[in-house]
């Protein structure tokens, strides 16, 4: 009796700590709108909301509580914005450089350590190290892995024309991650069995398509219950065949010396990796992960632009016949021509397509951050350490203060200086802002530009499927619920 009355009394006193330790939470609680105080009902009303992952539906919810709102996933309280003043004092504040401690090891399991997965001052530290691999002088010596692969891709679109709608997505998919493997490791990898078969691509595939479950699903990351599911097997094996592929290409990298290596004119980005390992900042495991962490940041995201560019222009064809115009200029003949980095200046109406195709569909829609100590946002609110920021990157690209009642219509003439130069600038942030944006945000607008410079100016791309239709679901990378098909026929 009396034993029982002690666990009663230890138990109410652990709880009132727990209670006591959270206060600033509960404090944080009655300041922002939201579905506040109820974190279980919040989890499976949001989850049924989230995980459903139909980006539209978070719209009425952020018109009903207000551009910053209160949400849980799980039993974690998160922040979720798309008020660019929030996403502006987040982004640029030293607090909050942290990716979400959670998404960062569950990417970790299945990539390693890299720039996606390293926190704190081991990231910030690998952010130095790897930007010079980066600079314009290495992005321009990618311009004939850019020309080829694209080139290569072009030849197969040839072969569709005539056939009807195609699901040309898993094509671009391979032409993404050829020239994101190639620009890593360097060309000689197409020596490499698995890579030319394809092996190597459905393994970071089925490793994307893991750590995204690892994320949704926290419990999966338990070794038994992977094992039991099977994820535990397909994990090893992907991570696997990587490994050994790597492991081969570095070792002939390591083995060559840079003066005899054929693509001395070429930079690839491993080759800071090796010159770090080589003077001990940067252990061979981690310069394995690096490569890994920086193909599979590149080829969806790069895929998925070009992707839904191509989607909107056969949606759109007035549009597409002002950019068929300004790239035949450019290039008066159809087939094969070689892009150059100045030809890619001088295609402005391309740029507001790809900028607004970003608006409207950024390929990384929501950017989490983990505030390192408690955050005070300037109107007073503070954001204890322990809750998630959301930056909602395709809610504020919508978010109808900035973009007007028209928000959700696709309309490059966004991008016209003039109209671009009066939004707030954190209103349209598809490579994030601050100290950890997107290292390879150049890189990826540059590759995008070039394939669809050569795919536009060789083919008229339409479709059946209509704009109002799409319907957009949450992922690591964003994905369309349906996909739409294209037709390619031949311009002369
Ligand atoms: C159009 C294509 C791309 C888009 C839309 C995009 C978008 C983004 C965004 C929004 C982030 C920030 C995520 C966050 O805040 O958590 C990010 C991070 C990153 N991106 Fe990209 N990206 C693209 C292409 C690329 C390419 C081509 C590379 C590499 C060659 C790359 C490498 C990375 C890396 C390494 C990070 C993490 C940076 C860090 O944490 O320091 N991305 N990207």
């Not at 029982?4 to 009655?30: D, E, H, P, Q, S």
């Not at 696709?410 to 200086?417: K, V």
């Not at 590759?447 to 690591?476: G, H, M, P, Q, W």
Request: hydrophobic letters at 40%; glycine letters at 6%; a positive charge.
């Amino acid at each position: 009796m009396m034993f029982g009355k002690i666990l009663i009394a230890v138990c109410l006193i652990l709880w009132i700590r727990f209670l006591w330790n959270r206060r600033k939470l509960y404090t944080m609680l009655l300041k922002p709108s939201g579905t506040m105080g109820l974190p279980i009902i919040g989890v499976v009303i949001q989850n049924i909301l989230f995980l459903r992952g139909k980006m539209k539906k978070r719209t009425p919810f952020m018109n009903k509580y207000g551009s910053t709102f209160l949400t849980w996933m799980g039993f974690t309280p998160v922040v979720m914005t798309r008020d660019p003043n929030v996403a502006r004092e987040v982004l640029l504040s030293s607090v909050c450089l942290n990716r979400n401690e959670h998404s960062a090891n569950a990417m970790a399991l299945s990539m390693g350590l890299g720039l996606l997965t390293l926190q704190g001052a081991p990231w910030m530290e690998r952010r130095k190290q790897m930007n010079p691999a980066f600079k314009q002088n290495v992005l321009l010596s990618f311009f004939p892995i850019f020309n080829d692969e694209s080139r290569a891709l072009v030849n197969l679109l040839n072969s569709y024309v005539g056939k009807g709608e195609i699901d040309v997505l898993p094509e671009i998919i391979k032409w993404s991650f050829r020239i994101s493997f190639q620009t890593t490791v360097g060309t000689d990898v197409k020596e490499e069995e698995n890579f030319e078969n394809d092996t190597i691509l459905k393994s970071y595939q089925s490793l994307v398509h893991i750590t995204s479950l690892y994320i949704l699903l926290p419990i999966l990351r338990n070794k038994i219950v992977s094992k039991l599911f099977g994820f535990e097997k397909r994990r090893e094996r992907a991570v696997s065949t990587i490994s050994k592929t790597m492991d081969n290409i570095l070792d002939k990298k390591m083995r060559s010396h840079p003066e005899s290596n054929p693509e001395s004119e070429m930079k690839i980005i491993i080759e800071r990796g090796i010159e770090l390992f080589r003077i001990g900042e940067m252990p061979f495991e981690e310069l394995k992960s690096e490569c890994g962490s920086l193909i599979v940041a590149a080829f969806e995201t790069t895929a998925h632009t070009v992707y839904h560019t191509l989607v909107l222009l056969a949606m759109f064809p007035e549009c597409q016949n002002i950019v068929f115009k300004e790239i035949k200029d450019i290039f008066p003949m159809v087939g094969d021509f070689e892009v150059t980095y100045e030809d890619l200046q001088k295609v402005p109406y391309l740029d507001r397509v790809l900028n607004e195709t970003l608006r409207l569909i950024p390929s990384v829609p929501i950017s989490v951050r983990e505030p390192s100590e408690d955050f005070r946002l300037s109107n007073g609110v503070v954001i204890p350490k322990g809750v998630l920021i959301v930056i909602d990157i395709f809610s504020a690209h919508r978010n109808p203060d900035h973009w007007g009642p028209e928000a959700d219509n696709f309309n490059p003439d966004n991008f016209i200086p003039e109209n671009i130069g009066e939004k707030h600038p954190f209103a349209y942030i598809p490579f994030s802002r601050g100290k950890r944006n997107c290292i390879g945000w150049r890189y990826g607008t540059l590759s995008s530009k070039l394939a669809l410079v050569k795919i536009l100016r060789n083919f008229e791309v339409s479709t059946s499927f209509r704009y109002e239709d799409l319907d957009f679901v949450d992922n690591l990378v964003m994905k369309l619920a349906q996909v739409p098909r294209l037709v390619f026929q031949r311009r002369t």
